[in-house]
């Protein structure tokens, strides 16, 4: 990563984008304020220079074809297994409906996730995103994180988008995190009802093999607050990046000396910026008790889909155990370090939706694995490429105007 060139310092908060009629004139008085020059009534001002947020696209290139040759393995595996005929008799009894249903229940796992955007973003006062920008931050966290191992590209293809949609790069990281927390906290706590509710049953069918679960649940507890604790103590953040640094400046490790300065500004900056974004977000618990719901809404979407690809097949199954087991799946596959938790997601779904599915269990997985992953990812890919206008307002400008006209 390239030195971070100075900048002239800013005195007083960042301007706040209701100050403003459009996300363009919003974003150039916050690249002005960020530069240190008087803060413009409107037009865009250069932008000021400084590191870059990228999206993975090789990774996601690279994913990409990773899957396309498991999809295609997966197909030739079939048809010399000698499963052919009896999956094409299983396809051709598929409802059309109700797969069309799993997909407008993917678009909803979309739009919940786009929620969930907003809300940060209505309680962040220099968050000059537009509805449109959140919409390709939600999307290209599923599509980057899709195409890569661990879901390794979300945070960084996230961030990308918000930085382009007017934040910067330490609030992008804010918001972003702050929407991480609780989207991880919304799988915790509807994954860990879930759990609790159908224990008994799925433990009766699959026996030890829940306590892998129980731990891969445990495990993203512990990964939330660890996390949470760095949120909230940036000072310790900064403290062990600096030490960190000041070790590689010491040794010369790697010829990276003449890097060092700027990486200290930019550590002290952006996690200022992150740590002021964040706490903003926490203060306002109404929002962040919004932003759980929408959360828990888009997890049940991806985890009750299959009980839609059951019906497809004239199967009818509990939704809510339905739900649980759409949860496992998700569980095992997320810990899997292949693009789309490949090896994870097919054993999973065998061992906890396979014996519903009886012999129509691999039409059903490829079904259910063409909406809501390669459908779904394709989608997303599209959608990052959506942006608001400058000339539209910001959703933080779009909410005061909702909220005057329910208050004349």
Known sequence: ??????????????????????????????????????????????????????????????????????????????????RGPALMDALGRVQAPWVWATFAVMVAYLFFGTLAFVTTVA?????????????????????????????????????????????????????????????????????GALLALTWDRFYAQVGAVMFVNLFLFAFKAAQMAVLLAACLFPDWVTKVALSALDLVDRRSLFGLRSRMEGWRSSVRTQVAQFSSTFRTAVRHRGAMAVMLAFSMAQQACLWVSPWFVLGAFGIHQDPLVTCAAGSLVQFVASSIPLPGGTGGVEASFALFLGPVFGSA?????????????????????AATMVSTKPSSPTVRQRMRGLVERLGS
């Open 123 to 191: 309680v962040t006062p220099d968050a000059p995103a537009g509805f449109l920008d959140l919409c390709s931050a939600e999307a290209a966290g599923t599509f980057f994180g899709n195409l890569t191992p661990m879901m390794a590209g979300a945070v960084p293809g996230q961030i990308w988008r918000l930085v382009k949609g007017g934040l910067g790069l330490g609030g992008a990281g804010a918001v972003q995190i702050t929407r991480f927390l609780m989207f991880q906290t919304a799988e915790i706590v509807l994954g």
């Open 1 to 82: 990563m390239p030195p971070v060139p100075h900048t002239p310092p800013k005195t007083g908060d960042a301007p706040d984008v209701l100050d403003y009629a459009t996300k363009g004139q919003a974003v150039a008085a916050l690249e002005a304020w960020e530069q240190g020059r008087a803060v413009p009534e409107g037009g865009r001002a250069p932008a000021a220079p400084g590191p870059k947020a990228k999206p993975d696209r090789k990774g996601a290139v690279v994913g990409a074809l990773f899957m396309a040759a498991v999809f295609a393995s997966l197909l030739v595996y079939i048809e010399g297994s000698g």
């Open 361 to 381: 269990a691999t039409a059903g997985y490829l079904v259910w694995r063409l909406v809501t992953f390669y459908g779904y990812t394709a989608l997303c890919g």
